[in-house]
């Protein structure tokens, strides 16, 4: 027991600890005040948030000014506030604003608004900005980055620390002639370093260390969002003004997740040394989380796409509470942090690293990139399985992007982004009056001509090449929703039909054709080229699924050929579509047949035979491409039937390429579907070719039980088949849970063969699983030694037990030719693999 004075003492040097604490961070507004400049402006104005800016004319900044002030010629509705962006001050050369600041950290913000000045022209204005021993613009145009990102104005915010008990800020129009520098506001507002990392960053072996980063490091504010709410404007964030913004644009697809407030009874509060003004209260009251249904969670990752400068440093910035319960303990919610497809933070634990609900915490990560030019930065969240958390979710409150100085250059300055495509639009030239209009005749009638003539070559070329292409069976490469082209084209084994040959072929996407719906999309029987049966594939712009699904398909099978593959016939790209062309499977999927169907249940020979098919064809994605493909989501879904039973594994939009042949792994960000989840791919985020084997070890598994994956209606036991499975199969009882339709069916030897081999596949650690070759083998074995009971004729396995590979005339058979059935089906029915989850992948 601590006694009483004691305590007294203690709470006395812990409240004067606290008081010093507030005095050192609260010394930074005192030491100095911001500085609102209104640049081109004579006199005192108020802006929107009811701040005072001076007009840099008679300022005590700009002594000797040289520039010219000049007044916007056009109001652009969006502008924030007519404060500091209706004037400007155009310098035609260098020019130097001085200001006095007490030495630490400050935030300087550049604001632009680039619209005609007078006889100066938004687009000549290419110009850079310097300080004392930094340059922070370089050639930039703000009327060029002003379209690219479809915005009316600029803001450039740095965060700089002055040493030298000054800043000065000049101005310098680039080399090319007639440019000119031109600024609308400046402000400069003291803060504390916001930048040091209060504590260890938990990051992954091999990432940079934010905590190395000096102190005189100069950043530039790229992105600063309030994840899950509303935007924040700078009146909200009182003390240093700062923006910050709605995260929607840039969530990439419509995986959208859901958005939510903190409850009622939840208060924001920053725990030990984590300073208040580390981000509003309002950021972290808002968040944004993948949403409910865990299942949907497992099979997409929340991303956010950010356009940056290659070539820097840039440290990012995570803002994390739990605000809603119940949400209270340490794993109840565990996800991974990828950044650029990497995985810099697993198992972040919010409650873990916060220390309970409502508690804010932040964590950093310092990347780099390569190159020059404008790059996309990939920010992706995916639920943790290896920690077993209560809800297979992941949540972010805010998140801060920053770029930092080259050290060795001194220089924060990034290229100018290209322009978006503009619209062609006419040009109708005024008349000339007076005698001017026949002398301007003869040039625009000899002009007429000569366009005429040349229209005329144009056309001819054009339906010669389209005639050309007809026959040749090439396909153009043509730009993809989104903006995302296709960065291979498909080969003459893959045709690009037009939109109007997809609403034939379907009769306008007519209801009745409707097979199905998927997570990409809607499925119509259609017919092509007078008659054969095809699948049509038609994405859904909500889909979850898009862009990176679609180009993954074309490329993977563009470049394969087999016959336990399903075909695809063509592609679609135009209008804003995404359209894929398949061959028709006429009996579906394979898990039709086997639960939860009224099809008449399969013959085990059928199911054998079903399995040796699909896994000749992943055999083939293993080991007969010039570069290794790992399909990524084996199950039974995505192994269909045609009218002749031939099983074909389908669906390549999350198959992986390796390259390199003699790689043992790809190292990528986790996907497939839960419950054919390799674990070692969990936990090391290594994908091998034995990812696939284990996934296959389930769908054997799945056939002879005819049960799905997983089943949380069930025991606790038997949730998991692969657990229940091997833990029977272990103490002699596996023949009880198998198929009951199969029950005296199978030859014992079989079943042993069987059970052995899905027992292999689905082994914990990859290098205990057999390679898909060796699993083709054991399964064509199983096969024989049932044919042979049936027969009441002996079997020998040291017949087959050849330690080569199986023949590979048998399987690869490239050169087969995918036949396209014309047989009719009755009723609607689901066909392709993402269609048994509506919410896709």
Known sequence: MIHPSLLTTIQWVALSTLILITIAADNYSSSSS????????????????????EGDTRSKFASAMNGIAASATYQDPSLPSLVPYMTSRIFISNYTYSFPISPGRIFVRLYFYPVAYGYYASEDAYFGVKTNNLILLDNFNASQTAQAANYAYILREFSLNVTLGSL??????????????????????????????????????????????????????MYRLNVGGQAIIPQGDSRFYRSWEDDSPYIYGAAFGVTFGKDSNVTITYPGTMPNYTAPADVYATARSMGPNWQINLNYNLTWILSVDAGFYYLLRFHFCEIQYPITKMNQRSF?????????????????????IGMATYADYLIVTVGSGQMDLWVALHPDLSSRPQYYDAILNGLEVFKLWDIGKKNLAGLNPPLPPQPKTDVNPKGVSGGGKLKAAVPAAICAVVVLITACFCVCIICRRKKVAKHSGKTDKKCLTYQTELYKSPSNLCRNF??????????????????????????????????????IKRSNPLSLQGVHEFQTEIETLSKVRHGHLVSLIGYCQ???EMILVYEYMARGTLREHLYSTKRPPLPWKERLKICIGAARGLYYLHTGPKETIIHRDVKTANILLDDKWVAKVSDFGLSKVNPDIDATHVSTVVKGTFGYFDPEYFRLKQLTQRSDVFSFGVVLFEI???????????PEEQVSLREW?????????????????LQGEIAPDCLKKF???????????????????????????ALKMQECAENNSKFSEETTSSKTTPDMMTIMDTDKQSTYSTMSITGQRTIFSDMMDPQAR
């Open 34 to 53: 911001p500085i609102f400049l209104n640049c081109g402006a004579s006199t005192m104005q108020l802006d929107i948030n009811n701040r005072s800016w």
């Open 168 to 221: 000065d800020l000049t101005f310098f129009p680039s080399t090319q002639n007639g440019s000119y520098a031109f600024v609308n506001g400046i402000e400069i507002v003291p803060t504390p370093d916001i930048f040091t990392t209060r504590t260890p960053t938990h990051n992954t072996e091999g990432n940079l260390d934010p905590s190395d980063i000096d102190s005189m490091t100069s950043f530039q504010t």
């Open 336 to 356: 991974f942090i990828y950044i650029n497809n990497q995985t810099v933070q697993d198992q972040m634990d919010v409650i873990r690293w916060s220390g309970g």
């Open 498 to 535: 037009t939109f109007h040959e997809m609403q034939i072929a379907t009769s306008s996407f007519d209801e009745t054709l409707l097979l199905g719906r998927g997570g990409f999309g809607d499925v119509y029987r259609g017919e092509i080229d007078n008659g054969t049966t095809v699948a």
């Open 574 to 576: 135009e209008k804003n």
């Open 704 to 714: 002879l039980c005819a049960r799905p994956p997983v089943n949380t209606e069930l």
């Open 725 to 741: 499975a091997l833990s029977c199969k272990k103490i002699g009882t596996l023949g009880e849970i198998i198929d009951p339709y």
């Open 755 to 781: 059970a052995d081999c899905a027992e292999q596949c689905v082994a914990d650690r990859s290098i205990d699983r057999p390679e898909m070759g060796d699993v083709l083998r054991n399964l064509e074995v």
